[in-house]
Structure formats: C-alpha cells, structure tokens
C-alpha cells in the first residue's frame, strides 16, 4: 500500500511539471538605442590674405587683437662654441661632435603681431619683443598671402634669421620643398566669421512712445 502511494505521488509531480508554464531560457535583449550625433569637427584654418588685413583696416580692428598661426614647422638652428652651451632658448643637440642650439616652431604654432612693418607682419610666439619672425606680402613673394621671409637669403638658397640677438638658420621640414618661405600666417575660420558679424543694439521702447535712455518726449518722434 505504501509502494503504491508513493508511487502515485510520483506520477502526481511529474503530471504537475509537465502542465505548468515553461520559464524562457534567456531574457529577450531590447533593441539598443543609437545616437547618430554628427561627429566633431576641428576648426578649420585659412590663410590671412591682404583682403583680410584691409578688412580689418576698413572696420578699425587692431591687427594685434586677432589670433595667427603659422601653418608650417619651422626650425632654427645655430652651431655653438663650447662657452656658448648654457643658451636660454631652444634646447641643446649634439650633432656631429659640435653643439647645436634648436629651436622649433611646431605647426600652427599660435603668435601675436607684433608691429606692421611696411607689406609685412612681425609675429611673436614669445614675450621677448625680440623673438619676432617677419611673414610678407609682396607682389615678388606672393600677393595674396603673408609668407614666411627671412632676413637674409643665402646663394645656396638657405636662409637666415637674428632671434633674440643671435642668427639661426632656418629649416621647414613639413614644407614640399624644404624651404621655409612656404610657410604663412593663418587664421581660424571662426575667426573670420565673427568679423562677418554686425550687431545692432536696440534699446527698445516703453509705453507711451518713449524710448529707454532716449531723450523722446512721447510723440514717438
């Protein structure tokens, strides 16, 4: 009797399993969420022109208010004697068994005008007023943009510049043909745009016809 009853709650349980609901053998993964956000974009730069420079001429803006860069590296070089090494710019280099004093000018590096010098701009990456690289505008360089120019040229086509006092020659690794007076000033095209930019200021007008701050007496006149 006992073997029987067991036997028949046996049978109960596995009917009752079989009848009852089935639980997922995983959990259903909802559809995720993209976010198609148009992806950031730089700042484009574009070159200062002498259209620009008279814009900002015509609309009098101070030159030395506006942010330059130079769109190329620019690198200075100048071989030192054994009690020249303790240099303030630039860093010390080895080369050859002779010391070199570098100095680097990474690209788009950001300088300052400095002074308009005739066609040309002297633009500073330092403080030290005498640390100025000079970018021309001529009909014999180039019209249109502000080059690099050097303070002498060489006859093997090698330039040269005096900074803070001393003379360096001038190398442009990142230019097509190595030589420096590719290199130019540009700007940043917000920039240019905030030049574009005219606002009007209206000081609005109260009940009555007169105008706020204004000397109106109410005819609206």
Known sequence: MKRFTTLSVIVGLLIFQSCAPK???????????VHNEPPATKD????????????LSANNIDIKLVQFYIDQQLVLT???????VAVKNGVIKLNSGKYVNE????????????????????????TNPNTTLKFLNSKQ???VNYIF????????GSTEVIYNGNKYSVQCPTCSTNSPNEAKLVVKQ???D????????????????????GSNNGNGY
């Open 78 to 84: 100048r071989f030192l004697s054994n009690d020249q």
């Open 103 to 126: 100095i680097v000018f990474p690209q788009y590096t950001p300088v300052v005008c400095e002074t308009v010098e005739g066609d040309g701009l002297r633009v500073n990456a330092e």
């Open 149 to 156: 120019n050097p303070d002498k040229w060489n006859k093997d």
């Open 23 to 33: 639980k997922p053998l995983y959990s259903p993964v909802g559809t995720p969420i």
């Open 194 to 213: 905030n030049l574009d930019k005219q606002s009007t200021i209206i000081k609005g007008r109260t009940i009555g016809g007169n105008f706020i701050n």
């Open 141 to 143: 360089y180039s019209a």
């Open 190 to 192: 917000s920039a240019l």
């Open 44 to 55: 484009p730069y574009v070159p200062f022109t002498r259209d620009l420079f008279d814009k």
